[in-house]
């Protein structure tokens, strides 16, 4: 007995031995390995870069580095880094780690020629690089949350910072961020909204979610409150000092539009009532001692006023748009919005500014099958179009959630699934489009596809079930006899959710398709009535589907279980996972899958890259060098090129 337990003591030693190394060094490791191909893989496959022009997507934070406006850095919703040495025209990624959280609020130290930087990452806290953000380590010694929603340095003790958190109050450090204490407890309460503060830190102002706003005239000593003209005490948002006067104020409230003061908040003048709406959160002065002030709004829209009092709309973002943050840069004015970087000379006319940006949220890929240098992506702000296999994209639709796309058989009509319940269709290969929302059931439009023998018929795939146009997309007809409708968690009302389907080539008519977390289904008849398939998987939760159309072999990648293979038109199915996912790195689901002429098949999954097959699927092997990240969401086969795009970028195969 004895033995044993000395043998289950070494045991546990060795597993817990090995929980510590992988949770210090271990899983930096496995992520390393991971980006790379296995062994037998050709030398010299890798994936390249092939999204020029995918620029946008949110930009959560801003700010200039240099007096001239020069040097300017942007901060996403998933803590990824940008820096600009032109004013914001083109931008740069750091390749700093990211936390996956979004950056509140970023500060530059002037001293170190924009070496030493800080941001405050909302979820993750404050986190100090100082080689210009190549790396970062956390600084959060003394902050009482993670939650940080702001972050000040005074332009002229830029050792000094405050920090704001939705939950714990305000902080402020001495050191350059190194080292953090609460200030104003009793007065400020937990709720940070904003926080600025002036040149040589004497003054701060902080606003808040409850108590409204508070003034230090110590450098954060001690707080006083401030009476707003708005009621008691308002929610505050967004608060500017301005630069060539330091006691004119502007702050926003929530529901009350915009208070401004010439004498450091003493007295006050509020905006024209009706001349804003109640979704302020982001106000400017304009630089240099210019008059006028630009003002940003939770739904998407920037305002201009000469004065403060009277103001116009400048530039109205597409619906769901949100501005987040506005700086000053050099003499005109950056806006960081959830459609990325936005600029103005003069805080009235507005144009983008995002090239380098590469934030787009990626949904789809499709290629023209008449000219294999033609795609279309799929992205959060629109169809973007390549006419030069992928080299370089631009939008050619108006800016909007798309989630699936399609180009039919004549290489010129168009579709474009929507988030809004919609189908944008084109004829003319993406230059005009119109919406078509009659017939469609659901909202999210997420799949698209044809059916092989009929080039006006499409299937739709949706939250709410199945849809077939019998005329290219124009026209829709909802099909979901024997579908049957389950009811979410997260909502009351049931729904019939499409995650994928799969038109057989073999038989017109015939679709196989996959509802959510039920297993498949089958329908003969284009959809007019569906059966289930009595499936020999060991999930419900199929992602996706594919057939080699020279052997009718059908492939279903999974959640959790990898992939299954059916030669029996899905009456039976195996699973054929081999070298899908380690003990170490997991692949999670299976998100695409494509089957190249060369008859190697290829599997995206959500988080262990490609994969690819040589033998049918029975051996998989990891195919991630060059890959920028491994939640691969498509993958397509376009003129003998492969192509997969990430939750971010579009990448193209490259052999030698």
Avoid at 167 to 192: V, Y
Avoid at 365 to 379: I, Q, R
Avoid at 422 to 443: E, F, K, N, T, Y
Avoid at 611 to 637: E, F, H, K, T, Y
Wanted: hydrophobic share 40%; aromatic share 8%.
């Amino acid at each position: 007995m004895k033995h044993v337990g000395r043998i289950l003591t070494a045991v546990l030693v060795v597993f817990a031995l090995a929980v510590v190394w992988y949770a210090r060094s271990g899983e930096a490791v496995v992520t390393r390995r991971v980006f790379t191909n296995a062994a037998s893989i050709a030398e010299g496959t890798i994936w390249v870069r092939s999204d020029k022009g995918l620029f946008g997507g949110a930009v959560t934070a801003i700010a200039n580095l240099s007096s001239d406006g020069a040097v300017v850095y942007a901060g996403t919703r998933e803590d990824k880094i940008y820096v600009s040495s032109d004013g914001g025209s083109d931008w740069t990624p750091l390749d700093g780690t990211s936390s996956g959280h979004y950056v509140a609020g970023i500060e530059v130290d002037p001293r170190a020629n924009g070496k030493v930087v800080g941001k405050a990452v909302y979820g993750a806290g404050f986190f100090l690089s100082e080689d210009g953000g190549q790396t970062w380590k956390n600084a959060s010694r003394g902050l009482g949350s993670q939650s940080l929603s702001c972050l000040a340095s005074p332009a002229g003790s830029p050792d000094t910072l405050f920090a704001g958190t939705d939950d714990a109050g305000l902080f402020i450090s001495r050191d350059g961020g190194r080292s953090w204490s609460r200030t104003g407890r009793k007065d400020l309460g937990d709720r940070i909204a904003a926080v600025d503060a002036s040149k040589d830190g004497r003054t701060v102002y902080a606003g808040t979610q409850e108590t409204g706003l508070f003034v230090s005239r110590g450098g954060g000593g001690t707080w006083n409150a401030i009476v707003l003209p708005f009621g008691s005490q308002p929610m505050v948002m967004g608060i500017d000092i301005d630069p060539a006067d330091e006691l004119r104020l502007a702050v926003t409230v929530t529901g009350g539009g915009i208070g401004l003061s010439k004498d450091g908040g003493r007295t006050w003048v509020t905006s024209r009532r009706g001349s804003l709406p109640s979704d302020c959160v982001a106000v400017e002065f304009l630089p240099g001692g210019a008059p006028g002030l630009v003002l940003g709004t939770q739904s998407g829209a920037l305002y201009f006023s000469a004065d403060g009092l009277d103001w116009q709309l400048a530039f109205q973002l597409p619906d769901g748009g949100h501005v987040f943050g506005l700086v000053r840069s050099g003499t005109g004015m950056l806006a960081a919005t959830s459609h990325g970087v936005f600029s103005s000379r003069d805080g009235m006319a507005w144009s983008e500014s995002s090239t380098g940006i590469t934030n787009l949220t990626l949904a789809g890929l499709a290629a023209s099958p008449v000219d294999a240098d033609v795609l279309y992506a799929a992205t959060d702000q629109g169809v973007f179009r390549s006419t030069d296999a992928g080299i370089s994209w631009s939008r050619c639709s108006e800016s909007k959630g798309i989630i699936s796309v399609l180009v039919l058989q004549d290489g010129r009509t168009v579709l474009a699934g929507t988030s809004v319940g919609s189908v944008l269709r084109s004829v003319d290969g993406g230059d005009h489009w119109i919406a078509v929302s009659h017939g469609i059931p659901g909202v999210r439009v997420s799949i698209l596809a044809s059916r092989p023998a009929g080039p006006t018929i499409v299937y739709a795939g949706t939250d709410g079930g199945f849809a077939v146009s019998n005329d290219a997309g124009l026209t829709w007809e909802p099909r979901n006899i024997g579908l049957v409708a389950t009811t979410p968690v997260e909502s009351p009302t049931p729904r019939t959710e499409i995650a994928a389907f799969l038109p057989d080539t073999a038989t017109p008519g015939t679709v196989i398709l996959s509802l959510l977390g039920q297993g498949l289904y089958i329908t003969k008849d284009d959809g007019n009535h569906w059966k289930r398939l009595q499936s020999s998987m060991d999930t419900p939760w199929i992602d996706s589907l594919a057939v080699d159309e020279k052997t009718d072999r059908f492939y279903a990648g999974t959640d959790t279980k990898g992939v299954y293979i059916s030669q029996d038109g899905g009456a039976t199915w195996s699973r054929s996972s081999s070298g899908l996912s380690t003990i170490l790195s997991v692949s999670g689901a299976v998100n695409t899958i494509a089957v190249a002429p060369d008859d190697i098949v290829y599997a995206g999954t959500q988080a262990r890259g490609v994969a690819m097959s040589q033998d049918d699927g029975a051996i998989w092997q990891r195919l991630n060098s060059g890959l920028p990240d491994l939640d691969v969401r498509c993958i397509i086969v376009a003129g003998g090129g492969v192509f997969a795009m990430t939750a971010h970028g579009v990448v193209r195969l490259q052999t030698q």
